[in-house]
């Protein structure tokens, strides 16, 4: 099998640190953004479903439900510390037909045409080649199988604003924008549509969710994005740094609280969806 790249690896260590608080702070965000993907996907009872980068189970437990107990959920993640607080929430729900296998979305290792539906949130843009990755995916579908991923589409203001109080600390390949849309195959509706096509997939369409993440105040703002992939850029901040960044996040933040103190933040999310072709009738290959 062929072993992550250092990039999935630095990557999988960051959500092995967030794994203990991961979606867990009080923002509705990973869970209303797999609910939907999980609705658009139209999982049936009986059906075999992928999870790659299954995280604390956003997409896996909606997923293991609407399966069933004559279906199945498969979860892969690169991050351990994700693995096994996955697989002990599976354990304490009760849930006999899901599994999570510590693999990397690039390569995974699983049998071909074993699955009827995968699902990915948020997670092909980490990858270090998303077109080479789709193509694996594909390749694990039945013909006539459906594919759905989410990707990030734009972000309203105070959140661009908050995010950029980073940059100035960020490397080289954390500024890479893909994971925000400013640039790249993740720019924009067409470019993620256009890797869902190169790989084989057809029938591809976009549609769009708008997730607002509401915090207390700004503390609780900082709470979160420790507790998520942001990590990355707190831990690419020295020390030292840390105060004065929290103060002009403060400051940010503070202009975008509403009478109550609250603070909202919005994002569009985008999902594609896709379908692994079916044979022609009478024919032996794909159409
Ligand atoms: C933003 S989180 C999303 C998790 C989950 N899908 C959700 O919606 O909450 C990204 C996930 O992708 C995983 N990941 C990143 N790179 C990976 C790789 N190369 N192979 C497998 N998982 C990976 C991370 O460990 C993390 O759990």
Wanted: charged residues 20%; proline residues 8%; hydrophobic residues 40%.
């Amino acid at each position: 099998m062929t072993p992550p790249s250092d990039r999935s690896r630095s990557i999988a260590q960051v959500f092995d640190r967030v794994a203990p608080t991961y979606d867990s702070v009080g923002v509705a965000w990973f869970r209303p953004i797999a609910e939907h993907l999980v609705r658009e996907l139209a999982p049936r009872a009986g059906e075999r479903a992928l999870d790659v980068g299954s995280g604390r189970g956003a997409v896996l437990l909606p997923l293991a439900e609407r399966v069933g107990p004559t279906g199945h959920v498969t979860g892969i993640d690169l991050a351990s510390g994700m693995i096994e607080a996955l697989r002990s929430d599976i354990d304490a729900a009760g849930l006999t037909n899901a599994d999570v296998r510590l693999q990397d979305a690039s390569a995974p290792d699983l049998d071909p045409a074993s699955f009827d539906l995968l699902a990915s949130s948020l997670v092909l843009f980490f990858l270090p080649d998303p077109p080479a990755a789709l193509r694996q995916w594909f390749d694990l579908l039945v013909p006539g199988g459906r594919i759905g991923v989410t990707t990030f589409g734009p972000r309203d203001q105070n959140f661009i604003a908050v995010d950029s109080v980073f940059t100035p600390f960020l490397p080289q390949q954390m500024l890479d924008a893909r994971t925000s849309g400013t640039a790249g195959p993740f720019a924009d509706d067409a470019g993620v549509e256009n890797l869902l096509s190169e790989a084989g997939f057809v029938d591809i369409r976009t549609d769009h969710l708008e997730i607002s993440a509401v915090f207390r105040d700004a503390e609780h703002w900082v709470e979160w994005s420790w507790s998520h992939g942001q990590r990355a850029m707190w831990e690419a901040v020295p020390q030292e740094q840390h105060p004065q960044v929290r103060a002009e996040i403060a400051r940010i933040l503070s202009a975008a609280q509403d009478p109550s103190g609250t603070i909202t933040l919005r994002q569009q999310v985008r999902y594609t969806f896709g379908r692994r072709p079916s044979p022609r009738p009478g024919s032996s290959g794909l159409s």
